[in-house]
Structure formats: structure tokens, C-alpha cells
């Protein structure tokens, strides 16, 4: 007896000490790891006039208190390198223990230092970083609390004491720009100091980013929230106003193709009025987008009955004749379902009619999990793309849909709590620039992201809770400025990593081109060292949920993707 109950009491004690230990690794896991931005990487910046300016990576994430998320990469000067057509950020930072009013950037030409070609200060930019605060969510985050996100314009800036304040600066490279090596000076002035200096370098590279991505992305914007942020003056008359949201709108639209993202945009292509302004999208880099008025944008708004789905049959013929006119079918999908049962009856149903309507049609399904053909063969057998959650993401089942011809594509939504890249607001940087990466391991062709500006609950620029999830800023990337948009740290970071993928694009297709003309052999080191290069090995992405976070380390592979494209278009060059 006296033996059980010591075993008993030993049983306990472990328990304890085991509910301890878990205790003490779920605070680790669970609590900020923040690094402290005053005594790291900033020895040789001086204090002068109660403050100290120095830059950081586009890729930190700088809180008010000079904390980051992860080692930051800080500087006394800046160093970039771009392709032509293409955007290079960086942070400028002002850490204060006293107030400094009127805080404007400046910037000089960029120059060429050996041929004194230039780079008009005109393609810099510079805005301020406002902070939302966050709530305590439910998924495991490093800091609750005011986040940097907001992209403000401004003319000057006052910053408070006692604050570290940054400010986000773009440069975009022309794509008639010289390649070589450029300089300019990055001036700071302020009404309680004298202007302060920070050297600029720019490598640009000998190559040019298309406009057009490879990656294709569905991004949503819902253009009825727009008139919550921007609604009828006193004045205005009802057309008025339809005039001014439509206008507004449009930027909105035109500012996510900037940043690589493709609206949805669900367009009825037998109206002119909603096609008119895609040759004018298609500018700025439009590719891929959805159409009708039906579907998983609408919540699945389908008829129910037989009878009426195949009436539609007619209509989706009619979509089929106008846009293989108007030569846009092959851009072009139907958002045919969003999420629910794999194996809901009503999908072949639909997919069939879609496809029997006019064959060249394309659906696309968005679902957790993947579709598995040996347990019910016919099921999917319509369905030409399939949209797959991040979290959900089973390698061997993906290939069997890929086996059969289907497009696969990827969609993010609420953070599950895993360690998967997410676009919600209070996540590390790199995770919304690692994206494409992870799709280019896989052979992902497209992304989806359920909305841009969901802002109907709050004023989003003072409360990240903007949806009725415990969630911080997911469905919001964009923030209504006073006539459009406002970007934030995360749509500039993700379109940072669209462009990446188009320096992997662009390798890849100079090893076709050495490929085709016989070249491989001959060339064969550089061409294994770009397959190398090109190898998303575990050190960049080893899965959806693990990846690199070092910031440096990304941006020196792509820039060794970029000094291999570049010696290999000199090869090519060679008679």
C-alpha cells in the first residue's frame, strides 16, 4: 500500500513539474521576443542634438519603443540593388529623447558614378509610419499593441519625445535606367536641428522586371465598403457621389496592381461599361481575373434547383463567345465555389454546366484540403483550378490534381495559429514577402486573399480588430486615405517578393534559351549554379511553415539570382 502511494506521489510530482515545464515553454513560445534597438548594430551611429538617425531594412519591424521583432539589420548609411522597372525600400529612423518638430526627407539625384548618368530624385518617396493598436488575439503573437503598418504621406512631421519614429522610403528604378552604380545624399532636416546627411547607394542591374507577373494573384476588393469611409457630403448630389466612389475606387484598384495584386473584380464581360477598363489595367500589369456574378465572392449564391442552374447555361455561353472576342479567355476565371464540403454535391453540378456552356470557360474552387480522385473519382473532374489553404497543404495529394492537369493555387485567411505566413497585421515582415517563394517551391501558380479593405467595424487606423474575429488587420492591406489609398508595410513587402519571383522567372528562362540553342554543356557551371540558385533549398523555404527569417539572407539569394542572370545574358551576348 505504502508502495502505491509513493509511486502515486511520484506520479504527481512529475505531473507537476511536467505542467511547469510546459507552463515555462508555452511562456516562451507565446511571449515577445523583441530586441532591443538602442544597443544593437548601433555603435558607430552618433547621439547629436538629444536624437540619432540611422536606416534599417524594409524588412524590420520597428515599434515606438526602437524594439524589433527580429534582429534588425540597422545602418548608417543605405545600400540597395534593383533591376529596372522594379522598387527598393528601405526605412529611415529617428530615434529622440526630445521632441523634434517639422522633420522633413530630401533627396539629390541619383548618379551614376563613373558615366554621371541619372536617376531623377523624382522615383523617391517618403512617408511616415503610423502605429494601429493591436488586441491580445487568439493565435500566438511576439507583441500586442501599437504596430507599425500605415503608409501616411506627409509634407512634415513632428515626432514626440521619448520615441523612435520611422519612416518608409521607395525608390523606383525606370525602365530606362543606365545599369551601374548610383549615389545621392538622403537629407533630414528639422526645425531644432541642422540638416543631417545619409549616403545612398544603388546597384541597378542590367535586366528588366516585366510589368506583367508570372504568379498569378486574386486579390478582392470590396467596392461597397468605400462609401463606409468616404461617404455623401452634405452637398452632394446622389450621382455626384456615385461619380466620386467610382473614381476613388479605381485608384484603389490601380494601387493593388502596383503592388502586383490583381483585383478579382467578378466583371460581366457582356457589359461594356465593366470591360472598359481593363486595357487600361492591363497598363499596369492586370492578368488574371474573375467574372460573374455568381459564386464564392457572393457567398455561394448559386440557384438551387436544376432547372434554374442549367438556365444559366446560356449566359455563361454568351460570357465565353464575348470574351474569346475581345481575346480575354485566357485570363480569365469563374469563381465557381468557396470552401465547405469536398464532395458537395451542387460543385459538379455547376462546374459541368459551366464547361458544357463554352469549354474554355475555367473554374476555380477554394478549398481546405485537397480532392481525392480515388475516393470519388468524378467529383472534380470540371474543375481547372484548385485554390488550396495554406494550413492545409498535403504535398502528395497536390501532385495527384497536378497529374491530372489541374492549376494549383494557394489562399491565405485567418491565422490558424501555425507558424504559416499570413497577411493579418501583427506577423514578421518576411512572412508576406516569402509567399511567392514558397509558391515557386511548389509549383503554385497563383495566391488568393479574401479582401484588401475590410474596414466596416472600425476606423481602421485606431483599432486593428477590424472584423468580428479576434483578428488584427486581416482582410485589410490598403487604409482609406482622404481621395484613395494608403499602403501599408505589408502590400509593400509582398509586392517586394512578386518581384522576386520574376528575377526566378527570369533565370529560368535564360537557361531555356541556353538550353535551346545547345548551350548547356558549354556553359555547364553557370548553368548548375543557377539551378542551384534556383533550388528553394531548406535554408529559404523548407516548408509552408518553415522558412527563413533573416531578411539579409533572402535578399543576398535573390541578388545572387540577379549577378547570374546577368552573366548569363552576357554569355548569350557572346558570338
Known sequence: MTKKISVIVVCLIVAVMGLKIARKVHHHLHQPRLFEAKK????????????????????????????????????????????????????????????????????????????????????????VEGYVPTIKPYYPVKFVGPWPDPLIPVKSY?????????????????????????????????????????????HVYDFTLPTESHLKTAFDFYGQNTKIRYPQDENESASTLNERLNDINDKFIIDMLKHRMNPILNLDPTSQVELSGIDRYRLF????????????????NWPKDDTSIKALSLTYQTY??????????????????????????????????????YPGLKNMVCYHGFWDPAQNPDWGKDIDIWTFQIDDFKEDKMRQLQKRGMEIWMYISGP?????????????????????????????????????????????????HNSQWDQNGNGLLLYPGPDGPLDSIRVENFRDGMQDYEYIQLLLNQLRILHSKGLEQKYKEDFDQSLKLLTMDDSIVKSMWEYTKDGDHLKARRNAIASEIEKIQSLLRTP
Not at 538622403?186 to 541642422?194: E, I, R
Request: net charge negative; aromatic share 14%; glycine share 8%.
Open 40 to 127: 544593437i548594430g548601433l555603435a558607430d551611429v552618433p547621439v547629436k542634438h538629444g536624437f540619432r538617425i540611422f536606416t534599417a531594412s524594409s524588412l524590420d519591424r520597428i515599434f515606438q519603443d526602437g524594439k524589433t521583432l527580429e534582429k534588425p539589420s540597422f545602418s548608417s548609411s543605405v545600400s540597395l540593388a534593383s533591376a529596372k522597372n522594379a522598387y527598393e525600400s528601405f526605412q529611415l529612423v529617428i530615434d529622440t529623447s526630445r521632441e523634434q518638430p517639422g522633420v522633413v526627407l530630401g533627396f539629390s539625384d541619383l548618379t551614376e558614378v563613373k558615366t554621371g548618368a541619372k536617376i531623377s530624385r523624382d522615383n523617391f518617396t517618403w512617408r
Open 158 to 202: 513632428d515626432i514626440q519625445a521619448n520615441t523612435t519614429q520611422p519612416f518608409w522610403v521607395d525608390v523606383y528604378v525606370p525602365a530606362d535606367a543606365a545599369r551601374g552604380d548610383y549615389t545621392a545624399v538622403l537629407t533630414v532636416k528639422g526645425l531644432n536641428f541642422p540638416p543631417r546627411q545619409v549616403p545612398v547607394k544603388l
Open 285 to 300: 500589369g492586370l492578368n488574371n481575373f474573375a467574372i460573374g456574378k455568381y459564386g464564392g465572392t457572393f457567398n455561394n
Open 320 to 357: 465565353g463567345e464575348d470574351l474569346k472576342l475581345n481575346n480575354l479567355l485566357d485570363d480569365t476565371y469563374i469563381y465557381t465555389w468557396d470552401e465547405g464540403d469536398i464532395g458537395n454535391p451542387m460543385i459538379p453540378k455547376l462546374t459541368a454546366m459551366i464547361h458544357h456552356a
Open 416 to 464: 490558424s495559429g501555425a507558424s504559416s505566413p499570413n497577411l493579418a497585421l501583427d506577423f514578421d515582415s518576411i512572412g508576406y514577402r516569402i509567399i511567392p517563394w514558397i509558391c515557386w517551391k511548389y509549383d503554385i501558380r497563383g495566391f488568393l486573399y479574401w479582401c484588401v479593405n475590410y474596414w466596416p467595424f472600425v476606423d481602421p487606423f485606431k483599432d486593428a
